[in-house]
Each structure stands twice: as structure tokens, then as C-alpha cells.
């Protein structure tokens, strides 16, 4: 599917089909990089501690956010790279992350269970890869 400067082909021939993601997200323009976000509020302070619910919708509020800075939306998002605590959390990142990206053209996705992140409290961080038309 393309959608202005981006092209996603979720299904490459040969490839096994992706569930929540698309395989090959490709597009002209510039690259925006945003680093990994967690749950802090604007003040630094963790939201939703033990609550992976909470913290996803924190996560991709912060990545909202940092991509509006960058003059970008989440649909200019080519790639998520998901960092979890506990696997069993992907569920709640999926939720989160259903409620700002297209669900019928999804970015690419890694998405692997870590022993810890840099505070124990932590249970997600989630970094993005996005590509902003040129003007």
C-alpha cells in the first residue's frame, strides 16, 4: 500500500505473512530517529508503575510528541523497535499502539524481551524510525 512517501508492503512474495506489522516499509524524505522512549512524564517522573497499560500509553504519547518536534506524525513512522521486560507486555504495546497508527498500514517492527531496562520500574521502552515527506 503506499501512502504518499511511504510504501508498505506487508506481504513479500515467498515471505510468510506478518501479524501487526508490515514487512518492508520503504519512502523518500527525511529521516527522523526518535530515541527510546519510557514512561516518564513531562517531569521525569514514571507513570502507571507496574502497570503496563499505563506505561505503553505513556510511551506512545512521549513518541507522539517527540515526533510532532520533529515535524512528523505517526504516520510517517517506518519502523518501531520494542523493548520489553516481559514478553507478556507486547499484548499492551499492541494496544497502545493501535490507538495512534493506522492499523491497515503498520510500520515494521522489532520487538524482543530484555532482562531489565536501565530502572527496574521500567517494563517498556520503544523506539521509532520515521520518514517525513519533503516539502
Not at 527510546?36 to 499505563?54: C, I, N, S
Not at 516481559?86 to 497508527?101: F, G, K, N, P, S
Amino acid at each position: 500500500m503506499t501512502t504518499s512517501h511511504l510504501t508498505h508492503i506487508a506481504e513479500p512474495p515467498g515471505v510468510a505473512p506478518g501479524t501487526g506489522y508490515t514487512h518492508v516499509v520503504t519512502g523518500s524524505g527525511r529521516l527522523v530517529q526518535i530515541s527510546g522512549q519510557v514512561a516518564f512524564d513531562e517531569t521525569g517522573a514514571l507513570v502507571g508503575a507496574g502497570d503496563p497499560h499505563a506505561q505503553a500509553r505513556q510511551v506512545f504519547e512521549n513518541l507522539r510528541r517527540c515526533l510532532e518536534a520533529a515535524g512528523a506524525t505517526f504516520d510517517d513512522v517506518v519502523k518501531f523497535t520494542i523493548f520489553v521486560t516481559d514478553i507478556a507486555y507486547l499484548q499492551a504495546v499492541r494496544e497502545a499502539r493501535d490507538a495512534h497508527v493506522d492499523t491497515s498500514r503498520r510500520p515494521a517492527s522489532s520487538a524482543m524481551q530484555v532482562a531489565a531496562l536501565f530502572r527496574p520500574e521500567v517494563l517498556i521502552e520503544i523506539e521509532a524510525l520515521a520518514i517525513v515527506a519533503q516539502q
